[in-house]
């Protein structure tokens, strides 16, 4: 059974409509690519699963409910967690960044967490005090994905977890993501750089709102569309 499920789900900002009929599952513990140009209509579909964005029509479906009509806060208590473009807040310091990924546990349980993430990110423990905006782009990114893990989401929806860095942090990035999520944490990562591909069990190919192209990583890796739009072949 799928985790999430979007069937002909559409929507926009005010009455432009940019997201037209999507139909996308991600199931438990995959790790799903969202590969789209500038503009395609990523971010929008990401902010129409966690609810910033209404959905206009269709439906979503998370863990065998429709939440399409609830609020962000009501889809992130239910497991989904949205790693935004920025991903964290610059003024605030790196441990209060983390905490509030958690603003709805208890404080002995943000405390716990917080403390297995340090583990998990030493190059974060020894600045935990530093504010967020003293950190690399790369560090930043880092710090952005342990404030979203610490509420243990069931679904992480990353949106371009490699704008703004250097390709060498990008490898960074992917090789982090690989090696702390574990099985039990589904990903849907909106990208332009086709490098997370290699992270993906499956891929869809966004385009004017649409979804062009949809299946495993061999396939769209195989495609002649893919290769030429994004591996330059
Ligand atoms: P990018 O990589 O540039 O972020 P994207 O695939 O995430 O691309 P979106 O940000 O979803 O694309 O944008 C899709 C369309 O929606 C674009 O035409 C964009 O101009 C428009 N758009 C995005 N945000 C808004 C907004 N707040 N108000 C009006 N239109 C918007």
New binding site residues.
């Given amino acids: 059974m799928s985790l999430l499920s979007l069937r002909n789900v559409t929507s926009g ?1 005010g009455r ?1 409509q ?1 997201l037209w009929g999507i139909d996308l599952d991600v199931a438990p513990g995959e790790t799903v690519l969202l590969l ?1 140009a ?7 579909l990401l902010r129409s699963i966690i609810g910033i964005l209404p959905c206009w029509d269709g439906s979503i479906t998370f863990d065998g409910v429709a939440i399409g009509g609830e609020k962000p806060d009501q889809r992130i208590r239910r497991g989904i967690a949205f790693m935004s473009e920025l991903g964290v807040f610059p003024s605030l310091s790196i441990e209060e960044n983390i905490r509030l990924g958690g603003y709805f546990l208890s404080g002995a349980e943000v405390k716990r967490r917080s403390e297995r993430l340090f583990e998990l990110f030493p190059a974060l423990a020894g600045k935990r005090r530093d504010a967020a905006g003293t950190l690399s782009g790369g560090q930043r990114k880092m710090l952005g994905i342990a404030k979203v893990l610490i509420s243990e989401p069931k679904l992480l929806l990353m949106d ?1 977890p490699s704008s703004g860095l250097a390709p060498v942090f990008v490898k960074q990035v992917i090789e982090v993501l690989k090696s702390t999520i574990g099985g039990g944490t589904a990903l849907l990562i ?1 990208e ?1 750089n086709v490098a997370f591909l290699a992270l993906a069990d499956r891929g869809y190919l ?1 385009d004017h709102g649409q979804v062009k192209l949809s299946g495993t990583r061999a396939a769209l890796e195989a495609d002649d569309a893919v290769r030429a739009a994004y591996f330059g072949l």
């Fill in positions: 900002y432009m940019i789209g500038n503009s395609a209509g990523k971010t929008t371009e909106a332009q966004i």
